[in-house]
């Protein structure tokens, strides 16, 4: 299936830093979805994008819908240790079967 | 409550042996997903069930066999596995499957084949 490309692939950072990631696709979704993964668990979702131009905050955690609908960003702010972990973004179509994974961006916050 | 549970957390098998996975979610779900998932990579889709009826096979190998008793359980048979077969099993859930619902997964079962 279909892949979305995310970048960075990881990420060293600092704690207190502020972290930028990014996924593109060539084509269009009506919804992009940011999950978390840490090591030996499920996927949890962050935030959920359901039109274009949309920015949505979760805390330290703010996600923007494109306006090309091709793709997605997050950003957090003052990084914390705790924020370790593997993000995946996510890009649905129209049906269930149109839902597709990003390559996924691993962060490493260096207290 | 946006809770998918699985069971076990780990599993241990051997090539012969025959075992399962066991999903549930009371959110009133009317779509289930397996996901295999191997490690620092993205989760990929195995199988999707809606309003019970088996909606997907990505062409897995009939040594897993999905099952769902009904809108709130989903399972998954294993038999003859193979050590490549070893990863994260994901179970996730969604409100519909035609809609563009957002999925929620479950904590995986880490599975070893040996």
């Known amino acids: 299936g279909q892949q979305l490309n995310q970048s960075p692939q990881s990420m060293f950072i600092q704690e207190g830093e502020d972290v930028s990631m990014n996924c593109t696709s060539s084509s269009i979704f009506n919804t992009w979805l940011w999950y978390k993964q840490d090591p030996g668990e499920g996927p949890v979702l962050l935030i959920a994008?359901?039109?274009?131009?949309e920015l949505t905050s979760n805390g330290r955690l703010t996600a923007q819908f494109g306006i090309t609908r091709k793709d997605s960003f997050l950003n957090i702010s003052a990084s914390i240790p705790s924020d370790v972990g593997i993000y995946f973004c996510a890009g649905q179509g129209h049906t269930g079967n149109q839902f597709y994974f990003g390559t996924g961006t691993s962060l490493t916050v260096i207290p | 409550d946006t809770e998918v549970t699985q069971t076990p957390k780990h599993l241990v098998m051997g090539m012969t042996n025959k075992k399962s996975l066991k999903c549930e979610q009371h959110?009133?779900?009317?779509?289930m997903y397996w996901y295999k998932q191997k490690a620092k990579k993205p989760p990929e889709l195995m199988f999707v069930?809606?309003?019970?009826?088996?909606?997907i096979n990505e062409s897995v190998p009939s040594r897993f066999s999905p099952e769902c008793p009904n809108s709130s359980l989903l399972n998954l048979h294993l038999h003859a596995l193979q050590p490549e077969d070893s990863a994260l099993y994901l179970c996730?859930?969604?409100?519909?499957?035609?809609?563009?619902?957002?999925?929620?997964f479950g904590p995986g079962t880490r599975l070893t084949v040996l």
């Open positions: 996730a859930s969604s409100q519909d499957f035609m809609g563009a619902d957002t999925q929620y």
């Open positions: 959110m009133g779900h009317r779509a």
């Open positions: 069930y809606s309003y019970e009826k088996l909606s």
């Open positions: 994008l359901y039109k274009a131009g």
